[in-house]
Structures are given as structure tokens and as C-alpha cells.
């Protein structure tokens, strides 16, 4: 079964206010501020996996007194200054001497460290579970970009054979594959199967600045009939700013 684990929690803030609150929980707060919220986990829950979305955060949580936990705390990244969004999946140990949890969350955005999200706890797989459920839409999306990056593919090699040309189809075949990978990374639960988030937000933004680059070929190859020097010129200006910002 899936606990909802929203009650009981208390918040304190650098300046050193503190007050008992329920989760969800939103509040204002200063870009970098240390906000720390802390719980007791009932006895039953020992060895069960905490899952919570968070956003723009870095986070560390403890344990009696000990980290079990981190995420984006010590992550160098190319591009922005937060690891994103991410549904972590946090394994409580089965001996603990109290249970006390103190979760400590920071972010370079004003308002978004004291603003968070719901948690369960549960055993890891129907925590995996639940959250697949939640998300079937999301997961049906990727599916279908991914089928139809497939079938443009084999329509480019179809009209290739038969026509001599692709009409740019296998540039929309490629545009639709990127799509595919940024929807992937942006279920927020890619982490369940590679933990490295700092790679997922480099491929997110390198992922969107491919998207025109494949896109503007099949527009010019597809769609206009008349070739366009402006297009190309546009075109070959993107990849060398592409190029250099990389």
C-alpha cells in the first residue's frame, strides 16, 4: 500500500522561524535560502522508499543525523544552474534509532526552495508503480513520437527507392528520435534507470537545440518548393552557433 506522508512536518527557515506545517506546502522564500523541514517516520515505514517531486532544488535529506541522500549538491552542469525536475526515490534504512528525518532544500530561484511537493512512502516497486500510473499519458506521448520517428524512417527509405527522393522525410525521422529522447528525460523518472542527472540536463538542452536543426532541412527539402538561400544561410548560421556554443 501507498502512505501519503504529509502530516506532521515542521518547517524552519535561515532566519529562524519555525512553524509545523502539511504538505503540499508553498511559501515564499530568497534565491539560496536553506530551507529545512523535518518528520518522524512512523516504525512501520523502516525500509519502505520516500517518493516526492522536486523542482529546481538541490536537496540533501538525513537520518538520524546521517545523509542518505543527495541530489544535485555537488553537480557541475553545462547548462543552468539546477538539475531540473525529478521524482526522487529515497530508500529509508530498516535500522534506525528514532527516525527523525531533516530534509534540507536550497535553490538560486526566489520562491521555489519553500515550495514542496507531496510525498508517499511504500514498498520501492509500487512506489515505481504509482508513479507509472500517474504518468501513463506522458509514457503514451513518448510511444507515439517514437512510432512515428519509425515509421517516417521507413517512408524515407520507401521514397527513396521508389522516387529517388525523401522529400526531407528522414530529417523529420531524426527530428521525431530527439523529440523522443527530451520527452523521455522530461517524465522526470529517468532516473530510475540512470541516476546521473546532471547528464539528463545537458541532453534536455542540447535535445531542444537540435530540434531546429533537423527541422529547418525538412522544411526546405519537404515543404517549399522553390529552394530559399535565406533558409539555407539561417540554416548553416545555426550550426555554427551550435557549434560554438557547445
Same mark, same amino acid.
Given at each position: 500500500?501507498?502512505?501519503? &506522508?504529509?502530516?506532521?512536518?515542521?518547517?524552519?527557515?535561515?532566519? =529562524?522561524?519555525?512553524?509545523?506545517?502539511?504538505?503540499?506546502?508553498?511559501?515564499?522564500?530568497?534565491?539560496?535560502?536553506?530551507?529545512?523541514?523535518?518528520?518522524?517516520?512512523?516504525?512501520?515505514?523502516?525500509?519502505?522508499?520516500?517518493?516526492?517531486?522536486?523542482?529546481?532544488?538541490?536537496?540533501?535529506?538525513?537520518?538520524?543525523?546521517?545523509?542518505?541522500?543527495?541530489?544535485?549538491?555537488?553537480?557541475?552542469?553545462?547548462?543552468?544552474?539546477?538539475? =531540473?525536475?525529478?521524482?526522487? &526515490?529515497?530508500?529509508?534504512?530498516?535500522?534506525?534509532?528514532? =527516525?527523525?528525518?531533516?530534509?534540507?532544500?536550497?535553490?538560486?530561484?526566489?520562491?521555489?526552495?519553500?515550495?514542496?511537493?507531496?510525498?508517499?512512502?511504500?514498498?520501492?516497486?509500487?512506489? %515505481?508503480?504509482?508513479?507509472?500510473?500517474?504518468?501513463?499519458?506522458?509514457? /503514451?506521448?513518448?510511444?507515439? %513520437?517514437?512510432?512515428?520517428?519509425? /515509421?517516417?524512417? %521507413?517512408?524515407?527509405?520507401?521514397?527513396?527507392?521508389?522516387?529517388?527522393?525523401?522529400? =526531407?522525410?528522414?530529417?523529420? !525521422?531524426?527530428? !521525431?528520435?530527439?523529440?523522443?529522447?527530451?520527452? !523521455?528525460?522530461?517524465?522526470?523518472?529517468?532516473?530510475?534507470?540512470?541516476?546521473?542527472?546532471?547528464?539528463?540536463?545537458?541532453?534536455?538542452?542540447?535535445?531542444?537545440?537540435?530540434?531546429?536543426? &533537423?527541422?529547418?532541412?525538412?522544411?526546405?527539402?519537404?515543404?517549399?518548393?522553390?529552394?530559399?538561400?535565406?533558409?539555407?544561410?539561417?540554416?548553416? /548560421?545555426?550550426?555554427?552557433?551550435?557549434?560554438?556554443?557547445?
Amino acid at each position: 500500500t501507498v502512505k501519503d &506522508f504529509n502530516l506532521g512536518w515542521t518547517i524552519t527557515r535561515e532566519n =529562524g522561524e519555525s512553524k509545523e506545517i502539511e504538505l503540499p506546502y508553498y511559501d515564499t522564500c530568497q534565491a539560496d535560502e536553506l530551507v529545512v523541514i523535518e518528520n518522524i517516520i512512523p516504525e512501520e515505514f523502516w525500509g519502505k522508499t520516500l517518493s516526492f517531486l522536486t523542482a529546481d532544488k538541490n536537496i540533501r535529506i538525513l537520518i538520524d543525523g546521517k545523509v542518505i541522500y543527495e541530489f544535485g549538491v555537488n553537480d557541475e552542469r553545462s547548462f543552468g544552474t539546477t538539475p =531540473g525536475s525529478v521524482i526522487n &526515490f529515497i530508500d529509508i534504512p530498516e535500522n534506525l534509532e528514532e =527516525g527523525r528525518i531533516r530534509i534540507e532544500l536550497t535553490s538560486p530561484y526566489e520562491n521555489y526552495g519553500a515550495c514542496i511537493d507531496s510525498m508517499t512512502l511504500a514498498d520501492r516497486d509500487i512506489s %515505481i508503480l504509482k508513479m507509472i500510473e500517474n504518468n501513463y499519458f506522458k509514457y /503514451a506521448c513518448c510511444f507515439l %513520437i517514437l512510432v512515428a520517428g519509425i /515509421a517516417f524512417l %521507413i517512408l524515407s527509405i520507401i521514397q527513396r527507392i521508389y522516387r529517388k527522393s525523401s522529400d =526531407g522525410m528522414e530529417y523529420l !525521422c531524426v527530428f !521525431c528520435f530527439v523529440s523522443f529522447i527530451y520527452y !523521455c528525460i522530461e517524465t522526470k523518472s529517468m532516473n530510475l534507470f540512470y541516476g546521473n542527472q546532471t547528464l539528463y540536463s545537458v541532453i534536455v538542452f542540447f535535445s531542444l537545440m537540435l530540434l531546429p536543426l &533537423f527541422f529547418i532541412p525538412y522544411y526546405t527539402k519537404g515543404i517549399v518548393i522553390k529552394k530559399s538561400k535565406t533558409l539555407n544561410i539561417f540554416h548553416w /548560421a545555426y550550426v555554427v552557433f551550435l557549434i560554438l556554443s557547445t
